[in-house]
């Protein structure tokens, strides 16, 4: 169960075509932009009037599948490549290439816009050439344009060559190598509980996901540990990658274990003993649980975090919560982070007024202090290194070895002096007594 040297190399794009090309439903959408599609035509096109004898257009990621006793009916998952692979489709397609095994593909219906919208862009760029003319280019992209074919026989095996090419060079965002990184560990697991989750994480929108991870979830983490929560990037990605299943170690095996306690509490409905209609099965600065687990926490904060934004939305005007120019905007993040942490900690119960206006004090002095607010500025703040204010109190860290909510109380804020272009934020802040 390995890497089939004899079927991995470079290929033209008629024998990939030639193969029995297959989309795992687990696999995310077709998503390709217009901007991508008009690329990738503008490159071969020119690739091919240049007279180029061969055009690389990257890597594809197989894995093999038997499907029955006869190898002629392998199947072959596109784990790597697909969007590359169906927009070639399309185009081919246009250019009345109709043996295409892809053509054969029950697509999900969001990928339904972009497969539209593809195929009249590449529709509008293929009038631009002759019938001769496209006779040719077709006889190019099948024979001339080539890509380096890596086949597995083992699902996992396909994932960690996915992982680790995109680990390098243009590599995705950090969420899509932390999506193939998890769903390499969920070996154990059915098709049909991998397409669920999945399912639910592409409908998410992508962008909200990255900032979730690069403006909250990691700096939140990093700070309650008293360490630097800047420049989130695929080199830091370790933090989520959380405690694999193969993992005996004491710590491994303790933090699996309340896993499976919490998530069997909860189904068979013994939580309500306790006193709760459902235990809450996550904590920011606990262990993940690689695979399954890790679907779910993201999705879990994803949901808290629009949780919190609707409760401060509703709670302060626009004036008091200033979002024009990049400085407001860092500011508005410290407040949810530190909101997060504390409601992760305590309890969305616990997130009264009282707490809502000391944690916007703490985090709009900063804003009424400086004239001008970087990451590096709120960095620093968060970790009690600000010489210009609350020097010495690093709130995150603070928050997380707290026992009790009441706790936030004994802690004093230094006081700031009014900031004109913020009379808003500051008369909100008089309230409370520093």
Not at 34 to 43: E, G, H, R
Not at 274 to 283: A, K, M, P, Y
Not at 374 to 397: C, I, M, S, W
Request: proline residues 3%; neutral net charge; hydrophobic residues 35%.
């Amino acid at each position: 169960m390995a890497l089939l040297k004899e079927e991995s190399e470079i290929v033209s794009i008629a024998d990939l075509l030639s193969l029995n090309l297959t989309i795992p439903e687990y696999q995310r959408p077709y998503r390709w932009s217009s901007k991508s599609t008009n690329t990738l035509f503008n490159d071969t096109y020119q690739a091919f009037k240049s007279g180029i004898e061969e055009y690389r257009l990257g890597s594809i990621i197989l894995h093999k599948k038997s499907v029955s006793f006869k190898s002629a009916t392998n199947q072959y998952n596109l784990v790597d490549g697909q969007q590359r692979t169906t927009t070639l489709t399309i185009l081919l397609y246009i250019l009345d290439q109709n043996n295409q095994p892809l053509l054969n593909e029950t697509y999900q219906p969001s990928s339904q816009n972009a497969i539209v919208d593809n195929y009249d862009l590449l529709t509008r760029r293929l009038h631009e050439l002759s019938k001769q003319e496209s006779r040719l280019f077709k006889d190019y992209l099948l024979n001339n344009c080539k890509v380096v074919k890596i086949v597995t026989d083992n699902e996992q095996e396909a994932f960690q060559f996915f992982d680790s090419q995109n680990s390098r060079g243009k590599a995705l965002k950090p969420h899509d190598l932390l999506k193939a990184y998890h769903l390499r560990e969920m070996k154990d697991e059915t098709e049909a509980t991998k397409l669920k989750l999945i399912s639910e994480w592409e409908a998410t929108n992508q962008q909200d996901l990255e900032c979730l991870f690069g403006q909250y979830l990691y700096p939140t983490i990093r700070w309650s540990k008293n360490k630097d929560g800047l420049n989130y990037s695929a080199d830091k990605i370790q933090i989520f990658k959380g405690i694999k299943p193969s993992n005996n170690f004491n710590y491994a095996t303790y933090h699996r274990a309340s896993n499976i306690l919490i998530e069997q509490l909860n189904s068979n409905g013994s939580s309500e003993l306790l006193g709760c209609n459902q235990l809450n099965q996550f904590q920011l600065t606990e262990p993940i649980i690689a695979g399954k687990r890790f679907f779910k926490w993201t999705l879990y904060y994803v949901q808290l975090q629009a949780k919190i934004e609707n409760k401060i939305k509703k709670h302060y005007t626009t004036a008091q919560l200033p979002d024009k120019g990049a400085g407001n905007q860092y500011i508005k993040q410290l407040y949810e982070a530190v909101l997060m942490l504390f409601v992760d900690r305590f309890g969305f119960n616990e997130l009264d007024d009282s707490v809502l206006h000391q944690l916007y004090t703490w985090s709009y002095s900063l804003r009424l202090k400086m004239k001008a607010v970087y990451p590096q500025t709120v960095n620093k703040y968060a970790l009690g290194q600000h010489e210009r204010l609350n020097l010495g109190l690093d709130l995150f860290n603070r928050i997380e070895e707290m026992n009790d909510p009441q706790e936030l109380k004994t802690i004093a804020l230094a006081p700031v002096d009014n900031a004109k272009n913020y009379q808003d934020i500051y008369e909100l802040m008089k309230g409370w007594n520093w």
